[in-house]
């Protein structure tokens, strides 16, 4: 008869725990042994099982083959998070030959692959826009352009983005703003677009283009792609409060910028933490239909 049958399913903790009547006459450092062999048995013996679980751990590359790797997954990742936008829309990471590797075009984004990547786009609009943010921006390795929701109705409001969260404080002070001129296919707008983003400097890490979308920048494709994705979210945060109809609660500009402070610290730095556990999902669902 299983002697610890409050446990439920965890009921197998009986084919290692004695009764519990064994317990009476022994001392507090024997039974917290016993509980730790107990637990050894559900518990994962290593951070290896604990991974596989998950799925498998990207494959070690270098150099160009990485960054076209994190490119493929950053676009994957767009389309399983529904941050794409059909075919259009692009991301881009700065090459050690001084080159840019940018999406194909004309493609969906879960079809993006490491091998399909290329150095020059079809579409003009991205090579003007990249061209001009990496222009102004020496530091910047990667950069994410796209037409997100929420990201263009806080860019079709005349007050613009105000962060209201703990995910909002990446962003603050670090806003660029590029007034929309219609398709960006006109060689001369990069300029333009290139001093909105010098005039924040190199703490830059998004360029608002009302009426349009955003550009994220990073010092890695990660970097890059998770500022994306929570500067989506902050966007969300923002017009579903302001929704509501009550007045907004502004945190205070100095608990913002510690925010900001603690997010870019090297324990929450953008990408350092979620950047593996997203390569994994792309494992998982999306490399094997390009093997």
Not at 252 to 274: I, T
Not at 275 to 287: I, P
């Amino acid at each position: 008869q299983d002697p610890w049958p409050f446990l439920g399913p965890l009921s197998l903790l009986s084919l290692s725990f004695p009764p519990p009547s064994t317990f009476y006459n022994m001392s507090e450092a024997a039974v917290l042994f016993l509980s730790s062999v107990a637990l050894s048995f559900l518990l994962p013996t290593s951070s290896d099982d604990a991974s596989s679980a998950d799925g498998e751990a990207p494959p070690p590359l270098s150099g160009e083959d990485r960054l076209r790797y994190d490119l493929s997954v950053a676009h994957c990742m767009c389309h399983e998070y529904k941050m794409d936008e059909l075919v259009w829309n692009h991301i881009s990471a700065r090459c050690e030959d001084g080159g840019v590797l940018i999406t194909p075009g004309l493609v969906h984004w879960d079809e993006v692959s490491p091998s399909s990547l290329v150095k020059s786009s079809e579409n003009c609009t991205a090579d003007i826009i990249h061209a001009a943010c990496y222009s102004a921006l020496p530091s910047c390795n990667a950069i994410i352009h796209l037409h997100t929701p929420y990201a263009v109705a806080v860019g079709c409001l005349s007050s613009g983005f105000l962060g209201l969260t703990q995910d909002g404080s990446f962003f603050h002070d670090k806003i660029a703003t590029h007034e929309w001129e219609g398709v960006s296919d006109d060689p001369s707008e990069g300029p333009r677009i290139a001093e909105a983003v010098r005039k924040v400097g190199d703490k830059c890490n998004v360029l608002l283009m009302p009426n349009h979308g955003f550009c994220c920048f990073g010092g890695s494709v990660a970097e890059a792609w998770v500022l994306a994705y929570y500067f989506e979210k902050a966007c969300q945060t923002y017009i579903l409060a302001s929704s509501a109809g009550q007045p907004l609660k502004v945190p205070p500009s100095d608990v913002m910028a510690k925010s900001a402070a603690q997010n870019y610290s090297d324990v929450f730095m953008p990408g350092s933490c979620e950047w593996a556990a997203l390569c994994r999902q792309y494992e998982r669902e999306y490399a094997p239909r390009f093997k």
